[in-house]
């Protein structure tokens, strides 16, 4: 029996949803972050030195990294290829893009969307009064500088490529817009602004019934803004 180490509000999210796309039977070892600190609880430790989810367990086998076991997951369970490029040839087109957006989605989108939550909350941070000026103007400057940019950046990208082909891959639903779900989600969250093609992928995934039972089955899903 597949076994998902599950964070609830976390990338874990996706394993789910790929499972139930799959239809493949699966358990949930579920996680509460800690409501203050957002955090993952240091049960998690247990299970992989990071104390971070996703973590899978299939057999013996154990999988950290969402990209990795959404990769693991196609290649071993969905044999018709319906979420994933088949593997001939190795320069298809659908195939390369299919991996570059499964390795986009963290080593790319993410971090300009992580270090604008984290500059985010240094701004509210509690603190001595005297010391809130020195703090928001470090992190508006940051952002000013080099995060904001990035950020548009990286979100106008990805709004040109979702308005050039319905999915990331192509034109059809692959591992690769499960991957990039999340950091969709985060982007329209926090900084979405007017960008209607990542808002109708979001409607889309929104509305596949295998997405719909992921969230019965894991909880309530909203990033952390």
Known sequence: MIRVHHLNNSRSQRVLW???????????????????TLLAPPELRQVHPLGK???????????AES????????????????????????DGPERL???????????????????SLVFARLRKAPMPFFAKPVARGIADKAMAAFVGPQLKLHLDYIEAE???HAWFAGERFT??????????????ARAGGERPHMRAFL???HARPAYQR??????PFAVAG
């Open 53 to 63: 989810s996703p973590v899978l367990e299939d057999g013996g086998l154990m999988l």
């Open 175 to 188: 591992v690769a817009d499960i991957q990039m779900s999340f950091p969709v989600e985060a982007a329209v």
């Open 67 to 90: 990209a990795a076991i959404l990769e693991y997951l196609a290649e071993r369970y969905d044999g018709a290829h319906a979420l994933s490029p088949p593997p001939q040839p190795v």
């Open 214 to 219: 992921a969230l019965q089955r894991g909880g």
């Open 97 to 115: 893009r299919c991996r570059y957006w499964l390795h986009y989605a963290e080593g790319s989108a993410m971090p300009p969307l992580l270090l």
């Open 203 to 205: 409607e889309r995934i």
């Open 162 to 164: 979702l308005g050039r």
């Open 18 to 36: 790929l499972l139930e796309e799959l239809q493949l039977p699966y358990e949930i070892v579920a996680y509460q972050r800690d409501p203050r």
